[in-house]
């Protein structure tokens, strides 16, 4: 049986990042492991997303961190795809007093952090989005430099070409268990062959509860298919920033690739059958209310992708105390790519025996062990 100090599952964005950092820092051998290809889950479908908003400190330290590292992408990783961060502006919507209230108490958060997010008001909203009906709203939060990748896949593609020429390897094969041996872990493959590792990271998303239940770990992960709409591609721009009106479940932007989303924030089952309608009319009212430059669009095309989510919101990260040498970075619920640069550096920091930071440290599995210590992400796309 081959040995490496660590092996980690899943070659998503935030297993190449952790196996970048790891190797930057000269730990090694790095091992990682994908059923089916680099980018092949949720990190090859997202839209390339970036931003600093959130109510939670944990997610504003942890987002405030990737955001800088995402500045420098080119220099940190040696890119030869050179992806640009471009900034478009995010706006959360309030239609109400007091969702305007919440809204203001996160911004004041994020602003302690240093994140320069503001809260504006109804007008002020239509100047910063051109074409945006604004008279129905209270007023939005707002941050111009949040933003998004002209070519996420791109991104995916430089840490996993970064890991791998700093010597981590990337193996196709399916992880079948995980069980202790001796000081370290085994690792069974579909194929019946194994590896042995120092070190395991489930970095696998909504396929994390299936390898830590055997081991008597019940991770609150659950598998949620959710639902956008696009268009197809159009030139003339109509909507830059990414607009977000959660009291009405609405959000739309016009992506890199000249194609329009538009989804219903409530969009996710595992069969959208009769409920397409639902979110189409959905969509139709927000664009009727909020975004009659989007009028004559048409949403053709219904595309799925999966969130691993949690009841609160936000990732599970860091060691289990009960399974040395066992450590977790799964339930993003859909911010992974947006988080990846921070948690991978926080999970090499850990692995290594260093501080990961109050962001990270604030994610471990025992805040669900009573409720008492989960604080919910309620910024979620």
């Known amino acids: 049986m081959s040995s490496v100090e660590v092996a980690i599952v899943g070659a998503g964005v935030v297993g ?21 290809g680099i980018g092949a889950g949720a990190s090859g479908v997202q839209p390339g997303g970036v931003r600093r908003q959130w109510a939670t ?3 504003c330290l942890l987002a405030q961190e990737s955001y800088e590292f995402w500045l420098e992408i080119d220099e940190r990783l040696d890119t030869r795809t050179h992806p640009v961060l471009e900034p478009c502006g ?28 503001e809260v504006v008001s109804a007008e002020r909203l239509e100047e910063l989005v051109p074409g945006l009906d604004a008279s129905s709203l209270a007023g939005a939060a707002w941050c111009g430099t949040d933003g998004y990748f002209d070519r996420p896949q791109a991104v995916v593609e430089s840490f996993g070409d970064a890991a791998v020429r700093r010597g981590a390897e990337v193996r196709l094969a399916e992880v079948e268990a995980v069980t202790p041996d001796g000081g370290g872990w085994a690792l069974r493959f579909a194929s019946g062959d194994e590896v042995r590792a120092s070190q395991v990271v489930l970095a696998n998303a909504w396929d994390a509860p299936a390898l830590a ?10 598998r949620e298919p959710r639902y956008v709409f696009l268009s197809e591609p159009i030139r003339e721009r109509l909507l830059e920033p990414l607009l977000i009106a959660p009291e009405i479940g609405f959000a739309a932007k016009h992506l890199a690739n000249g194609r329009v989303l538009a989804g219903d924030l409530s969009a996710s089952g595992d069969d959208p059958g009769a409920a397409r309608e639902t979110w189409r009319r959905t969509v139709r009212r927000g664009i009727e209310e909020l975004a ?9 095309l219904l595309v799925d992708g999966i969130y691993d989510t949690t009841p609160d919101h936000e990732a599970i990260l860091g060691p289990l105390d009960s399974l040395p040498g066992l ?19 926080a999970l090499a920091d850990w692995i290594g025996g260093a501080d990961p930071g109050e962001g990270a440290a604030a994610l471990g599995v025992a805040r669900f062990a ?6 919910l992400e309620t910024q979620v796309v």
């Open 16 to 36: 190449l990042s952790i196996a970048f950092h790891l190797r930057e820092r000269g730990v090694g051998p790095v091992l990682l492991l994908e059923r089916s």
């Open 57 to 59: 400190r944990e997610h």
């Open 90 to 117: 995010y706006a959360f919507t309030a239609h109400t007093d007091a969702a305007l209230a919440a809204l203001r108490a996160n911004v004041e958060l994020q602003n302690s952090l240093g994140v320069p997010s």
């Open 292 to 300: 009659p430059m989007l009028s004559f669009v048409a949403f053709d």
């Open 213 to 222: 239940a055997p081991l008597g770990v019940d991770l609150p992960i659950r």
């Open 327 to 345: 450590w977790l970075a799964a339930g993003f619920s859909g911010h992974g790519f947006m988080m990846a640069p921070a948690v991978g550096r």
């Open 370 to 375: 009573d409720g008492s210590d989960l604080r």
